[in-house]
Nanobody, 120 residues
Framework: QLQLVESGGGLVQPGGSLSLFCVAS????????IGWFRQAPGKEREAVSCIANNSGTTYYASFVKGRFTISRDNVKNTVFLQMDNLTPEDTAVYYC?????????????WGRGTQVTVSS
């Protein structure tokens, strides 16, 4: 059974960077497209970035384009989210999840999330 665990969150100052990790266990990630989502207090969950199983296709929400980079290493069963030039508006719990191929639509397996706080 596939399980996802996020890590790498923390407190960072505006303009800073964080690297998030989504590590899979139980099943190889080779055949799974994966997405990063976030949910801020009082707001709905939103898609941040998604990547195809072979890294061939990526999606970025408009509010992170040029600042965030998604990548994956299927040998390490890990998907990464590099976040640069962070702003307070990026404060949220970040989740990774399986998504339907060719989309950024959640497919059903979620991690528990990692908190990202951007504050001076």
């Amino acid at each position: 059974q596939l399980q996802l665990v996020e890590s790498g969150g923390g407190l960072v100052q505006p303009g800073g960077s964080l690297s998030l990790f989504c590590v899979a266990s139980g099943v190889s990630l080779d055949y799974y497209a994966i997405g990063w989502f976030r949910q801020a207090p009082g707001k709905e969950r939103e898609a941040v970035s998604c990547i195809a199983n072979n890294s061939g296709t990526t999606y970025y929400a408009s509010f992170v384009k040029g600042r965030f980079t998604i990548s994956r290493d299927n040998v390490k069963n890990t998907v990464f989210l590099q976040m640069d030039n962070l702003t307070p508006e990026d404060t949220a719990v970040y989740y990774c999840a399986t998504v339907h191929h060719g989309t950024c639509s959640p497919r059903g397996v979620w991690g528990r999330g990692t908190q990202v706080t951007v504050s001076s």
